[in-house]
C-alpha cells in the first residue's frame, strides 16, 4: 500500500511541477523564438477542416504568430454541415477567430458541394479539388507560410488528414514546378498517441527534449501565451458543445429504456 501512494504522489508532484514549468514558458515566450522563418513577419494560412478545429487544435499557433503581427489567413475548408448546422458553425468560426485577433476579412469558409456532401468521419475529400482551392488562397494573399494538419489529423479524422494532403501535394507537385522561386514554408501540427495525449501537462518534458533533438529548427512547441484568448474562441462554438451534450443525454436515454 504503501509504495502505491509514493507513486501516486510522485505522479501528482511531477504533474505539478510541470504546471509550472508551462506556466513560466508561457510569460517568457522567447524560448520559442528559435526557428529562423519565425522570426520574419509572415503571411501565414491557416488550413483547416471543420469550423472549431482552429479553437480546438491551434490556438497556441493562431496565438504566437498574433501576437507577433503575422499576418495570418484562416481557410476553412468545409462549413461543417454533416448536422444541418453549417450556418451557425460558419457564425461561430468568424467570432472566434475574432476572439483569437483575427479579422473577420481574413477569414474564408469555403462552402463546395463536393466538400459539404461528404463532411463527417469515413467520406474522402478530393484532394486535387483541396489543392486548387489553396492555390487560390496563397497567391491570392501572397501566402508564404502554410499551417495544417499532419497525415494523422491529431484525432485521425479523415477530413483532417485530406486536408494535409492536399495542401501538401499542393506544395510537392504544381508549386514546384511553377513557382519555385517562391519559398513556401509548411509546417504541420504533430499528432501525439492516446498516451501523451492525455498525460496533460506532463508532456511538455517529452515534447521539450524532441524539439532540442532537432536542432535545425524543423521541429517546434508553442507554449500558449494567451489561454484565455482560446477559452473565449472555444466558447464562441457552443452549438457543438449543446450537440454533444445531447448525444451524452440521448445515450443515457437509450439505455434506461
Ligand atoms: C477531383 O477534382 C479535380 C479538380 O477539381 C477534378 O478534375 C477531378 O475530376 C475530381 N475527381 C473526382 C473523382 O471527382
Wanted: proline content about 3%.
Amino acid at each position: 500500500m504503501a509504495w502505491l501512494v509514493m507513486i501516486a504522489s510522485l505522479i501528482l508532484v511531477t504533474w505539478i511541477v510541470s504546471l509550472f514549468t508551462i506556466l513560466i514558458l508561457s510569460f517568457f515566450p522567447f524560448t520559442n523564438l528559435r526557428a529562423a522563418p519565425l522570426r520574419k513577419r509572415n503571411n501565414v494560412l491557416l488550413v483547416i477542416a471543420h469550423p472549431d478545429d482552429e479553437s480546438m487544435f491551434f490556438t497556441p499557433t493562431i496565438n504566437f504568430l498574433t501576437s507577433r503581427r503575422h499576418n495570418v489567413q484562416v481557410l476553412c475548408l468545409s462549413i461543417g454541415d454533416a448536422d444541418g448546422k453549417g450556418n451557425i458553425r460558419k457564425k461561430e468560426l468568424f467570432q472566434a477567430c475574432v476572439a483569437l485577433k483575427v479579422p473577420m476579412q481574413q477569414v474564408k469558409i469555403v462552402n463546395h458541394p463536393d466538400l459539404q456532401v461528404l463532411d463527417g468521419f469515413g467520406k474522402v475529400w478530393n484532394h486535387s479539388l483541396l489543392a486548387n482551392i489553396i492555390e487560390e488562397q496563397i497567391t491570392s494573399h501572397c501566402i508564404n507560410m502554410i499551417i495544417t494538419f499532419d497525415n494523422y489529423g491529431v484525432s485521425g479524422h479523415c477530413n483532417h488528414r485530406d486536408v494535409h494532403y492536399g495542401s501538401f501535394s499542393h506544395v510537392s507537385s504544381k508549386l514546384l514546378y511553377d513557382t519555385l522561386q517562391k519559398d513556401i514554408d509548411v509546417w504541420e501540427l504533430v499528432s501525439t498517441n492516446i498516451l501523451r495525449k492525455y498525460s496533460g501537462p506532463i508532456d511538455i518534458w517529452l515534447t521539450m527534449i524532441w524539439a532540442m533533438l532537432h536542432s535545425s529548427g524543423t521541429i517546434q512547441y508553442l507554449v500558449n501565451e494567451h489561454p484565455r484568448r482560446s477559452y473565449c474562441a472555444m466558447a464562441q462554438h457552443a452549438s457543438q458543445w449543446v450537440c454533444q451534450s445531447m448525444n451524452f443525454v440521448n445515450e443515457k436515454g437509450d439505455r434506461d429504456e
